[in-house]
């Protein structure tokens, strides 16, 4: 008897596990932010300790579970029209190599050691930082790498995303408020109305509206 329960409290947690993962939405497991995991292994632990209590209680863990999983909807909602928040919960991403230089203060700043940084560039085929453009830690700590010949951005990151100026990604291409607007004045179009823009090595701006 004790067995059958065990099989039933089994199956109807993996039920409500697809459910409760598919209301969180989809994200590749690599790109899984810190605060992902932290809540994804949590739902973990509550759904094996409900299987295993002797005292079919199931409802206390799914009661855990649900608060959870709302939590974190209601975060990705916010973080999505919030550019402060999102970078508050999931981080910025970590500029590693530029142009061919090593910012070691950045790696300094990340704990991230030579070691890590060319054991992660042999994987992707590079032996030297010397023809990569870009070298970038994103916030999962997956190491991007852009080569010089397959570049067409002066920087990684956007310069205006959701309708927002980024100033950190304008004052790192070398250009100001003033040039942007200038810029934006010769496309006819106005900052509120641009979800992302990038800006391209030729000092074109790549707008999405």
């Not at 974190?72 to 919960?89: A, G, M, V, W």
Request: charged letters at 25%.
């Amino acid at each position: 008897m004790e067995v059958l329960i065990i099989i039933l409290k089994t199956f109807l947690a993996y039920i409500f596990l697809i459910v409760v993962i598919r209301l969180m939405g989809k994200r590749e497991v690599g790109n899984l932010s810190i605060v992902d995991l932290a809540v994804y292994f949590t739902i973990s632990d509550l759904v094996t300790m409900s299987i295993v209590d002797k005292r079919n209680e199931l409802w206390l863990p799914v009661v855990s579970v649900t608060f959870l999983a709302l939590m974190q909807i209601t975060l990705s909602k916010i973080s999505l029209k919030n550019k402060k928040i999102r970078d508050f919960i999931d981080g910025k991403m970590s500029l590693i190599i530029n142009d061919g230089n090593l910012d070691f203060n950045e790696m300094k700043k990340q704990r991230y050691t030579i070691d890590d940084l060319f054991s992660q560039l042999r994987e992707k085929g590079y032996d030297s930082p010397i023809d990569i453009r870009w070298a970038i830690l994103e916030t999962s700590g997956k190491l991007s790498v852009i080569s010089k010949k397959a570049s067409s951005s002066n920087y990684p990151d956007p310069l205006i995303i959701d309708g927002k100026i980024e100033y950190e990604n304008l004052k790192a291409c070398n250009k100001d408020e003033q040039w942007l607007y200038k810029k934006l004045s010769e496309y006819n179009i106005q900052l509120k109305d641009i979800r992302v823009a990038l800006l391209l090595t030729d000092d074109r701006l790549c707008i999405f509206r």
